[in-house]
């Protein structure tokens, strides 16, 4: 390793994440932090830690300028960006090099490229690799939208050039919805991304959207790890992922996987990536565009292929080589992530916020807890509300829903609202457990997954008595409470805590 020290250009789950990995290398770590997070647990599990500014992002961990002063002064030789924040910014990637300073990801030239959705079709076009019908170049006006969709048929999606994660996007079911949604199109993106450049694909209905990841090296060699089943999200935003998907075969994995990895060289792609795709019912699939980061869900490629993604990215930066043949590299068993949020879905997803009082977090067999939050953190408004993935690896996929819904049952995090609730009722859905998902289920099910009626208020009242009573003796005592304790088999009624069931007898 030839990296001493890193600087971490992020906070959460993925800044101890990323010093995890530094501490299993040898390599000293360097933390950032913003006034909110002078006492996160990333600031103090790093071996130094430099303050960035006020509690904003724009403040603190999207100031370039003061990053990159930080990893000077401090004498760090690379910067893992994370996710989010300045991950994908190819200028961030370009100032970072500038100074003498590797960026730990792929070059500022391959971030661009990818970050345009149309140069980064017109690259897979010329690589060969199967995208959605449409247009490779931005939409001059009208008229050649008109012209264009006449072509295709509807119904058409117009998506921003500079977009990414759904902004901007427009669907198109006939020709008299063109113009308004053209031009909402175009608002949107110049809003969201300074730029109004708008194209149009085909809508491809009711798919599932399939990810591969890739690893490659400086020295040309590159590899692909299999792929993420994404399809349960809302809003953009995904709330489950597994690997591998009940819908890909070893064939089309295969096949999927080659695909990636032929998109990424032509980009002259290194470093960990991950190739969008959309998978249609009948097994065709269409590359959407390429995440030039370390993403959310990347635990469930390394639970079931057993490489470490982010000591890679690492050890790539560091100049090492790959040592996988692309044969050796085959998922075993099955993973399931769920992204633990800090929303209230009884309450259509509103952000929750508080100090967190107690937090009980699953262990045993099989687990894994990547988190950012402890007791006393406050959850505020200034970040993203995920506090934590909560991740599990089994045998098969019917073992892993158990599993997830067995360490859900054991969850508790008592301050803010959260997604368990809803976790726990995707994990006893049968569609879920059929694997019967497409991109629209979550949104098709939201009613009856967020459904159970809440308790009425004297029992709320009596819970919350109970509850403190519980935390009374279970923080000071440190003992469970004395009365018999039964625990809800499911949430039929959608009240689950011991605690809590205790208080309403
Ligand atoms: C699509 C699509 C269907 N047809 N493109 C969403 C974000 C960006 N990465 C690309 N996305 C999609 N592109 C075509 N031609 C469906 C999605 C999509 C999606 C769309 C609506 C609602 C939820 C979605 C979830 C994943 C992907």
């Known amino acids: 390793m030839t990296f001493s020290k890193i600087l971490v250009g992020n906070r959460g789950e993925i800044a101890l994440r990323v010093i995890r990995a530094c501490r299993e290398l040898g390599v000293r770590s360097v933390a950032v932090y913003s006034d909110a997070d002078a006492r996160a647990p990333h600031v103090r599990e790093a071996d130094e830690a430099v303050r960035l500014g006020g509690a904003a992002s724009a403040d603190s961990y999207l100031r370039a300028d003061r990053i990159i002063e930080a990893a000077q002064r401090t004498g760090t030789q690379a910067i893992h960006p994370g996710y989010g924040f300045l991950a994908e910014s190819a200028a961030f990637a370009r100032s970072v090099r500038d100074a003498g300073i590797k960026f730990i990801g792929p070059g500022a030239d ?71 949604a053209l031009a909402a199109a175009q608002r949107e993106s110049k809003n969201a991304f300074g730029d109004d450049a708008v194209y149009v694909e085909k809508l491809i209905v009711g798919p599932r959207h399939v990810e591969i990841q890739v690893l490659g090296d400086e020295y040309g060699a590159m590899v ?134 107690y937090l009980n977090v699953p262990s045993g067999r099989g687990l894994r807890w990547d988190s950012g939050i402890e007791v006393g953190s406050e959850v505020g408004l200034n970040y993203d509300p995920m506090l934590a993935k909560l991740v599990v690896h089994a045998t098969t996929r019917d073992e892993a829903i158990d599993r997830m819904r067995r360490a859900l049952l054991e969850l508790t995090v008592d301050g803010v609202e959260t997604s368990r609730d809803f976790h726990l009722r995707v994990m006893e859905d049968a569609e879920f457990r059929a694997g019967a998902i497409d991109i629209q289920w979550l949104e098709r099910r939201l009613t009856t997954l967020i459904g159970a009626a809440a308790p009425p208020e004297t029992a709320r009242l009596a819970a919350l008595v109970a509850a403190m009573i519980a935390d009374r003796d279970r923080v000071s005592a440190r003992r469970a409470p004395s009365t018999t304790l039964e625990r809800q088999p499911s949430l039929a009624d959608g009240w689950t805590r011991t605690a809590r069931v205790e208080a309403l007898r």
């Not at 040592?323 to 992530?337: L, N, Y």
Request: glycine fraction near 10%; include cysteine.
């Open 224 to 357: 692909s790890l299999g792929e993420r089943e994404c399809s349960i999200q809302r809003r953009h935003q995904k709330m489950i992922e597994e690997a591998p998907s009940v819908a890909v075969t070893p064939e089309l994995r295969r096949a999927m996987g080659d695909t990636a990895v032929r998109v990424a060289q032509a980009a002259g792609y290194v470093n960990a990536g991950t190739c969008e795709f959309l998978l249609d019912r009948d097994g065709n699939y269409f590359f959407l565009e390429m995440n030039t980061r370390i993403q959310v869900e990347h635990p469930v490629t390394e639970l079931v292929t057993g490489i470490d993604l982010v000591q890679w990215q690492i050890r790539i930066a560091a100049g090492d080589r790959l040592p996988f043949r692309q044969e050796q590299i085959v998922p075993r068993g099955w993973s399931i992530e769920c992204r633990i949020t800090s929303e209230d879905p009884a309450n259509g997803f509103l952000p929750s916020t508080g100090r967190i009082q």
């Open 110 to 180: 391959a971030i661009a490229a990818m970050g345009s959705k149309t140069a980064a079709r017109r690259l897979a076009i010329d690589a060969g690799v199967p995208v959605v019908p449409g247009t490779a170049e931005p939409l001059r006006d009208l008229a050649e939208a008109r012209a264009v969709v006449a072509r295709m048929g509807y119904p058409v999606l117009l998506k921003a050039v500079a977009g990414g994660g759904g902004k901007g996007m427009r669907v198109v079911g006939e020709a008299a919805e063109l113009e308004p």
